[in-house]
């Protein structure tokens, strides 16, 4: 889980003026002059669909946060991790294509935060 902290705006000595969207809210803190929250995003799980056989291509659906960056990684040895393609998750499952797989005997994908 990745934890970030968020500024919501300026507050009252202490009155906290959280807006009704803020979500994924862990912990909230306010002080004389500015409101604060920790705000949790999970972790990206990768998934197979079903039925996906392809030539030459492998395809990935990855269940994320919408509106995050993120990128696509594989590896042969786990050591070395090469980029696929970034993304923004524009819904909760994505699914990705990686059309690069002909020369491999074995590839395995992580998906990591991307920030630019």
Not at 78 to 83: L, S
Request: proline share 5%; no cysteine; net charge positive.
């Amino acid at each position: 889980m990745t934890v970030r902290v968020v500024t919501v705006g300026l507050n009252n000595h202490g009155q906290s003026s959280v807006p009704a969207t803020l979500q994924r809210a862990i912990k909230i803190a306010a002080g004389q002059s500015y409101t604060l929250a920790l705000v949790a995003y999970p972790r990206p799980t990768l998934l197979l669909p079903n039925s996906q056989y392809l030539t030459n291509a492998f395809v990935i659906e990855v269940e994320a946060p919408t509106g995050m960056q993120y990128r696509l990684e594989s590896t042969e040895n786990f050591v070395d991790w090469v980029p696929v393609t970034n993304f923004i998750a524009t819904r909760v499952l994505t699914r990705i294509w990686d059309d690069n797989i002909s020369a491999v005997n074995a590839r395995f994908y992580r998906v990591v935060r991307h920030s630019e």
